[in-house]
């Protein structure tokens, strides 16, 4: 149970297994007191052993502020590092001075204004609001706390309204800020690029700034939105891990700040780089979701907190809980070579095999044969498919198949008749050159006009066909940001009005089309984060499928988000990015760690693969409530060596399938065997591939042999289930 408890200035978060504590200064300043396992005394004096002895160091207007582990702290009046709020008020000045006005508690999860967040609907939460105030500029500050039942997150987001006279900019919002008081940790982000994204990446704090962000309009393949911190010697079972991830797909920062005494300053949110705010009298600045998660148990426990997170209070819709069809999509197949017949051949051939969906990718609409044209005229190309997007819809669904359909709409290409009637719907800055990526330039969703534009193209489509599927992409990173609505003041706005149009046009396209799943993608995983989840429950993770490549970037990926997120499919080998041959076994059971699909036409397969491809999948459509909902724990991380595991646990531990991948073989080598987790001690499992029953003990303690065929790339797959009407050993 989540509950908040507030005595004397302290204010005291907690569930079953979490605390976090703040209390108050005694001039209305918060500071942290402490994040971490559950503490049980109410009336402790731990917080007064640390602070009150030495009150007076930290009063208001001295420099020892910045020896005060702080909450949200501001600049101006002390500390000397890194504000979470920055301003700029109407006469110049910069200081801004909290002071803490009141709070209330509520039993509702908060929405936030425009925003995507995290929601309760089961009474499972308890959200805090503190409100601070500034007396000179007449800035409120509000700060919202969320701790839930049912994971270890504490979700927190900050409001500033001015309530004062004159306008003030703002120059940095930060959604959270923790000061944890010692620097021994070190810090985990997902980093990369297109095609290897979400590389795990672990490096030990030093004194000064470190961190990620990204300034690309998107929240990037090159830095996730997600940083941990975590005390050196934290392995996958063991040790404290402290996570922060930020709910919002554009720009942002994640920091982690070793100031001169020594402490940790982490912070996330918006990017302050490229930003900046006119905030009029009256009006009120939401900062976007941050979630908090904390785990003693490993980076495991810290995934399994997110998991839970994404999954009950994320992402929402008829798909939330649901399966997902097990999709053929077109792209690597044919890329911008169909017409009506091929395509008609290739969903044949994925219904034969037992796929449940077939996605039209790139290519439908105007005159699009490469993709140089056409973005933004989404009307049907009738040369490539005669009977119009219904006709095409009808014929698939006649073969028992649902029908998706590819979009890329926030984007314009040059030659395209919609650039041609709205040359300045493009973000773009006066007299410079428009930066095309792709041959596309991108719109200014930060214009009513525009999301208008969008919201009724795709609205028209989707109107205009029986379409069960959206794979919404966006394929290039935003420069120069500018619009031509915007007075020169408003101009760094630009880029967080752009996401506010994207998630209203979401909003609206996903209420009113509540039965069609949308799948997010850009490049690939280019915006991968838990601000798109809200709407979309499942990610394309990579336009790299090749299974080796694969691994690493959906293992990076589970540290943060569930299985049932990550779009992930087999493709064709050589595999067109790697030119690796990986065998079919390894792509199959790679991409079962994920939303399942196939990315090919399965005409280039043999007699003997095409059997085994309708095996494969009979197989995982027989596992596949176990596969994607079930608790994915990692067992032998790519980055760590040239073999991969992970098993996949149902929640009531009566059954697990695990996988194991050899990346690359070596001569000679010793016999692995590999140790599983999350299974019921006492339980018997029968392990189907082995034909050997053993207990979760054993399973655990001892494991299981790891014989990979000879080669590269090599996996294997064991199936345990628990022995029926004998689960114990005793
Ligand atoms: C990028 C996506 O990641 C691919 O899957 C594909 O949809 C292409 N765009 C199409 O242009």
């Known amino acids: 149970m989540s509950e908040i408890i507030v005595q004397n200035g302290l204010f005291h978060l907690r569930n079953g297994r979490m605390s976090y504590f703040f209390r108050l200064t005694g001039d209305g300043l918060p500071a942290h007191v402490y994040w971490g396992e559950r503490l049980e005394r109410l009336d402790s004096p731990l917080d007064r052993l640390f602070f009150e002895s030495r009150e007076s160091d930290y009063c208001h207007n001295t420099l020892e502020l910045e020896k005060l582990p702080q909450e949200y702290p501001t600049w101006g009046h002390g500390d000397l590092r890194r504000g979470a709020l920055e301003v700029t008020a109407a006469d110049g000045s910069t200081a801004v001075d909290l ?64 309530a004062g006279p004159r306008a003030v900019s703002l120059e940095r919002v930060m959604s959270a800020s923790v000061d944890l008081i010692d620097d021994r940790w070190e810090l985990i982000t997902l980093s990369g690029a297109w095609a290897r994204e979400r590389m795990i990446d672990r490096r030990p704090l030093k004194p000064g700034f470190q961190g ?5 309009g998107a929240s990037s393949a090159q830095n996730n939105p997600f940083m ?42 918006l990017n302050d780089a490229h930003f900046r705010w006119l905030l009029e009298p009256g009006e009120t600045f939401t900062a976007p979701e941050a979630l908090l998660a904390w785990s003693n ?12 997170l994404v999954r009950r209070h994320v992402v929402r819709g008829r798909y939330a809980q649901a399966q997902r069809p097990f999709l053929l999509n077109n792209w690597e197949a044919t890329t911008f ?23 039209l990718d790139d290519g439908w609409f105007g005159h699009r044969d490469d993709d140089h044209s056409s973005l933004g005229d989404w009307t049907v190309n009738l040369k490539k498919l005669p009977h119009g997007m219904n006709g095409l819809a009808d014929r698939i669904h006649w073969m028992g198949l649902k029908f998706g359909l590819w979009f890329e709409p926030e984007m314009v290409s040059p030659d395209s008749e919609l650039y041609r009637a709205h040359p300045d719907w493009c973000l773009h800055q006066p007299d410079r050159t428009r930066t095309e990526g792709r041959w596309q330039l991108t719109l200014d969703m930060s214009r009513a006009d525009v ?104 293992y990076g990926t589970s540290l943060v988000f569930p299985q049932s997120t990550m779009g992930a499919h087999v493709s064709h080998a050589p595999n067109w990015q790697t030119g690796r041959m990986s065998p079919l076994r390894t792509r199959v059971d790679v991409a079962m760690w994920g939303t399942f699909g196939y990315e090919m036409d399965l005409a280039e397969l043999d007699a003997d693969q095409l059997a085994e491809t309708r095996a494969d999948i009979a197989w995982v459509k027989a596992h596949r409530d176990l596969l994607l909902y079930g608790d994915s724990i990692r067992l032998l991380s790519p980055f760590e ?7 996949v646990v149902a929640p009531d531990r009566s059954a697990a399938v695990v996988t194991a991948v050899r990346l690359l073989a070596h001569a000679n080598e010793r016999r692995e065997r590999l140790r599983l987790a999350g299974l019921a001690p006492e339980t018997r499992y029968r392990v189907e591939e082995l034909d050997v029953v053993l207990t979760g003990q054993e399973l655990m303690r001892f494991g299981l042999p790891l014989r990979f065929a000879p080669g590269d790339d090599q996996s294997l797959r064991f199936t345990l289930v628990a022995e029926q009407g004998g689960d114990s050993c005793q």
């Open 212 to 216: 990620v962000d990204s300034a690309r």
């Open 641 to 647: 060596g040239d073999t991969a595991a992970w098993m």
């Open 297 to 308: 148990t490993g980076l495991n426990g810290m995934s399994a907190q997110y998991h839970t």
């Open 451 to 554: 999301c208008e534009y969008v919201e009724n193209a795709v609205a028209a489509i989707l109107d205009s066909a029986a379409i069960d599927y959206v794979k919404w992409d966006m394929n290039r990173d935003m420069s120069p940001v500018g619009s031509a609505l915007l007075p020169p003041e408003r101009q760094a706005e630009t880029a967080h009005r752009y996401m506010l149009g994207l998630y209203s046009v979401l909003e609206h396209l996903t209420a009113r089309f509540p039965n069609v799943l949308f799948e997010s993608c850009a490049s690939g995983g280019n915006r991968f984060d838990l601000g798109m989840m809200y709407y979309m429950p499942q990610a394309w993770c990579s336009d790299n499928t090749d299974a080796g490549s694969r691994v690493l970037i959906q």
């Open 228 to 269: 941990a911190l975590v005390r050196p010697g934290t392995d996958e079972f063991r040790g404290e891990a402290y996570g922060f991830a930020l709910m919002y797909s554009g720009n942002f920062t994640a920091l982690a700040e070793v100031g001169m005494y020594r402490m940790t300053r982490a912070q996330i949110g």
């Open 337 to 359: 070579n169909f017409d009506e017949e091929k395509i008609l051949q290739i969903a044949r051939r994925g219904r034969e095999a037992g796929l449940e969906m077939f996605v």
């Open 99 to 162: 002071c803490c006005e009141g709070y209330s508690i509520t039993a509702e999860k908060p929405t936030l204004a425009g925003l995507p967040a995290t929601f309760d609907r089961e009474g499972g939460s308890r959200t805090l609001s503190v409100a601070y105030a500034d007396a000179v500029t007449g800035l409120r500050v509000t700060l919202l706390y969320t701790v839930f039942d049912d994971c270890d997150v504490i979700a927190r987001s900050a409001r500033v309204e001015n």
